[in-house]
């Protein structure tokens, strides 16, 4: 709709930082933010992405998620949305070369708000049973990396007491926020022409 806001229907993951490009480059950018726990619920992360399309019906949305949910690019082909670019906000933060260089590697990412909700999220994932979780980042990781962005607080407690939990060595990355901005530019830009991938 001309003379209104585009509306961000995003991971809550990348709140701080997007509220930060918003203020920076003066956006005209409204947001909704779901909560980045949803991902250990597909069906409530579903559930989630409907009603969020939904609330923002005719709207110019963009979607800042990756492939977070099987269906997730079916259901916004059907609502006629753009999303991010990118397999998930890590991708979406870091670009894709460095992404897969550290996947590649064995790197399980760390953001600060999972950081900070460690058991609700990773926790309640497999069970509440910490030996199922240290099994499973024992097989599938070589160290957790904790992306630092401009807009981080200190979470360094927080990162260790995940790092011990799983027997994983904790790295730290500094990260800009200049992936983050070309990828939400393109997508508004995307947004208002209408035009899709």
């Not at 930060?20 to 005209?28: A, D, E, M, Q, V």
């Not at 240290?134 to 097989?139: D, G, P, R, V």
């Not at 807009?151 to 011990?164: H, I």
Request: glycine share 10%; proline share 2%.
């Amino acid at each position: 709709m001309s003379g209104t806001n585009c509306m961000l229907l995003g991971c809550g993951i990348l709140r701080k930082e997007v509220e930060y490009l918003i203020r920076k480059n003066g956006w005209s950018l409204d947001t909704d933010w779901l909560d980045s726990a949803l991902h250990i619920d597909l069906e409530a992360l579903a559930a989630a992405l409907q009603s969020g399309i939904q609330r923002n019906r005719g709207r110019e949305v963009v979607v800042l998620y990756g492939c977070c949910h099987p269906r997730m690019d079916d259901m916004l082909t059907d609502a006629q949305l753009i999303r991010t670019q990118g397999q998930n906000c890590v991708e979406i933060l870091l670009g894709h070369e460095t992404f897969m260089r550290e996947l590649e590697a064995g790197t399980f990412f760390l953001l600060e708000d999972w950081a900070l909700r460690w058991d609700e999220v990773i926790g309640k994932t497999f069970g509440g049973k910490p030996e199922v979780v240290k099994e499973i980042f024992a097989l599938t990781s070589t160290s957790l990396l904790c992306l630092r962005t401009p807009c981080s607080g200190d979470y360094t407690q927080a990162a260790n007491a995940a790092g011990e939990k799983v027997g994983l060595p904790v790295r730290w990355m500094d990260v800009g926020l200049e992936h983050l901005e070309a990828v939400l530019k393109q997508a508004m830009q995307q947004a208002r022409t209408g035009t899709t991938r």
